[in-house]
């Protein structure tokens, strides 16, 4: 099963993310997670990447794709993948297929986990994260057992300072006008399943194994 996972910051990506590769027993592929990976070993598309980051500059959609595409040709992907943070653009949603066509294969869906604004500020907002171990709570939906507390590892939970509701509205909106092409774009090849984001998280789950045929 090769996916991409589309949904902007708030909609609950994440937990779909492990799930779905948890079912699946595939890779969770993250374009930061790569980044960071090659940066860390000092690869040469990771020093290339460095270079731009070092400077504040957006890493070139070029050394993206070659960097996911190195990825995608390790052995752990053969039998699928989920791709999570990339494609962001069509440029690059065309220059991935143009990758996957010189493997062989094709992407099977592009799941869009759909949340109103008004939602996604609401969840942003009320978020908790452990900087210990990187544990995510929120004071309505998901508060930890102490207030304040992380129930993993008893350290105490943070705000992140861009969570206030002006930052949150404002990267949603980028998100939004700049995703929607993409959305376009595999609503036209016909492989776009969007998905009821507001729901519980299991009926999310469950949405989105029903729309893979799963």
């Known amino acids: 099963m090769r996916l991409i996972l589309l949904g902007p910051p708030g909609a609950g990506k994440g937990t779909q993310a492990s799930s779905i590769v948890e079912k699946f027993a595939i890779p969770h ?3 930061g997670d790569i980044f960071r990976k090659n940066i860390k070993e000092g690869t040469d ?3 290339k990447a460095k270079e731009y980051m070092d400077q504040g500059l957006l890493v070139p959609d070029e050394l993206v794709v070659a960097i996911v595409e190195d990825r995608l040709q390790e052995q752990d992907c053969k039998n699928g993948f989920l791709l999570d943070g990339f494609p962001r653009t069509v440029k690059q949603a ?3 297929d143009q990758v996957l066509a010189k493997m062989n294969v094709a992407i099977d869906k592009t799941i869009n986990v759909d949340v109103d604004k008004e939602m996604l500020v609401e969840r942003a907002v009320g ?3 452990c900087k ?3 544990a995510t709570f929120h004071v309505k939906f998901n508060p930890p057992q102490k207030e304040g507390v992380c129930d993993k590892c008893g350290e105490t939970l943070q705000q992140r300072a861009d969570d206030t509701k002006e930052t949150v509205s404002r990267r949603i909106e980028v998100y939004l ?3 929607q092409p993409l959305i376009d774009y595999y609503n036209k090849k ?5 998905i009821d984001g507001q729901q519980e998280i299991s009926k999310v789950f469950k949405d989105i194994l029903t ?3 799963a």
């Open 29 to 31: 592929i993250s374009t």
């Open 45 to 47: 598309l990771g020093k």
């Open 94 to 96: 065309e220059a991935l």
């Open 127 to 129: 978020r908790r994260i």
């Open 132 to 134: 210990s171990c990187g």
């Open 177 to 179: 006008n700049e995703t």
């Open 190 to 194: 016909q492989i776009l399943v969007t």
């Open 211 to 213: 729309a893979l045929g």
